[in-house]
């Protein structure tokens, strides 16, 4: 089936809604349309061609009036310095990088072989991905999930550190997220962590100095050899030394 825009007279759009992990329904012109994956048009019992199903790019199926119309082809491009941010979080320390998506299977798994990421999974609907992210935090593994669809809030909301893409990611997962990566650069993800991990650095030297420095001078206020003045370096001085510390992070290069 064709559809043909009348000559003339601009498309009227309407009633448009998102089947979450399955794409848009609406109205165009007092037509029924559906635009999203194979699942959608099964879930509306719309028939369409087997060999679909063996298209190795994404898709685009569309549906009108209840009918199969056609489909459209999606090239997705792999980001320049993603294969650079798998070889960077490896050599942190990562042990495991995951690869949930609603893509087709078979994209997936390629793009997972080309950046070298240890596990991944294709075809997967919002709860699919929710359902893997707790079988992996159940199994004692601590979790930073990346996201920037609107499927991915939830996953998102459910890791120990969810990270959003805030370039052209969705406003509901850069709200519910951790961290925000302006860029869209995935190898800024390591260049965050690196940034987590000084930081953290600077956060138990500025415990462990005001620990140490307090119980000094507890210890010469107990022997009567403390002053009001070693007193106040126990305060505000270890105070001012912490300042100081964490101000280094903002010279360290990352």
Same mark, same amino acid.
């Given at each position: 089936?064709?559809?043909?825009?009348? $000559?003339?007279?601009?498309?009227?759009?309407? +009633?448009?809604?998102?089947?979450?992990?399955?794409?848009?329904?609406?109205? !165009?012109?007092?037509?029924?349309? %559906? @635009?999203?994956?194979?699942?959608?048009?099964?879930?509306?019992?719309?028939?369409?061609? @087997?060999?679909?199903?063996?298209?190795?790019?994404?898709?685009?199926?569309? @549906?009108?009036?209840?009918?199969?119309?056609?489909?459209?082809?999606?090239?997705?491009?792999?980001?320049?310095? /993603?294969?650079?941010?798998?070889?960077?979080?490896? /050599?942190?320390? !990562?042990?495991?990088?995951?690869?949930?998506?609603?893509?087709?299977?078979?994209?997936?798994?390629?793009?997972?072989?080309?950046?070298?990421?240890?596990?991944?999974?294709?075809?997967?609907?919002?709860?699919?991905?929710? @359902?893997?992210?707790?079988?992996?935090?159940?199994?004692?593994?601590?979790?930073?999930?990346?996201?920037?669809?609107? +499927?991915?809030?939830?996953?998102?909301?459910?890791?120990?550190?969810?990270?959003?893409?805030?370039?052209?990611?969705?406003?509901?997962?850069?709200?519910?997220?951790?961290? !925000?990566?302006?860029?869209?650069?995935?190898?800024?993800?390591?260049? $965050?962590?690196?940034?987590? !991990?000084?930081?953290?650095?600077?956060?138990?030297? +500025?415990?462990?100095?005001? *620990? $140490?420095?307090?119980?000094?001078?507890? /210890? %010469?206020?107990?022997?009567?050899?403390?002053?009001?003045?070693?007193?106040? *370096?126990?305060?505000?001085?270890?105070?001012?030394?912490?300042?100081? +510390? $964490?101000?280094?992070?903002?010279?360290?290069?990352?």
């Amino acid at each position: 089936m064709q559809y043909v825009k009348p $000559a003339g007279s601009p498309l009227a759009v309407e +009633n448009v809604e998102e089947i979450a992990g399955h794409g848009l329904r609406g109205r !165009v012109d007092g037509q029924d349309v %559906l @635009a999203g994956n194979t699942k959608l048009l099964s879930k509306f019992n719309v028939s369409y061609p @087997a060999d679909i199903d063996q298209v190795v790019d994404s898709i685009v199926v569309v @549906a009108v009036g209840g009918q199969y119309a056609g489909y459209l082809t999606v090239a997705d491009e792999i980001k320049e310095d /993603a294969a650079q941010a798998m070889r960077e979080l490896k /050599a942190q320390g !990562v042990s495991t990088i995951v690869m949930l998506s609603g893509d087709k299977d078979a994209i997936v798994q390629r793009v997972a072989k080309e950046l070298g990421i240890t596990e991944a999974h294709g075809g997967l609907l919002p709860e699919d991905k929710a @359902a893997h992210v707790e079988r992996l935090k159940a199994a004692g593994h601590r979790l930073a999930f990346v996201g920037d669809g609107v +499927n991915d809030a939830p996953v998102v909301a459910l890791a120990d550190v969810g990270i959003a893409m805030g370039g052209l990611g969705s406003d509901a997962t850069i709200e519910t997220a951790d961290v !925000v990566i302006q860029t869209d650069h995935p190898s800024k993800i390591a260049t $965050a962590r690196r940034i987590a !991990v000084a930081t953290h650095a600077v956060v138990w030297q +500025n415990i462990w100095l005001a *620990f $140490a420095v307090k119980a000094v001078v507890l /210890a %010469l206020g107990a022997g009567g050899l403390a002053t009001m003045w070693e007193a106040v *370096f126990a305060d505000v001085g270890v105070a001012l030394l912490a300042i100081l +510390n $964490a101000v280094r992070i903002q010279r360290m290069k990352f």
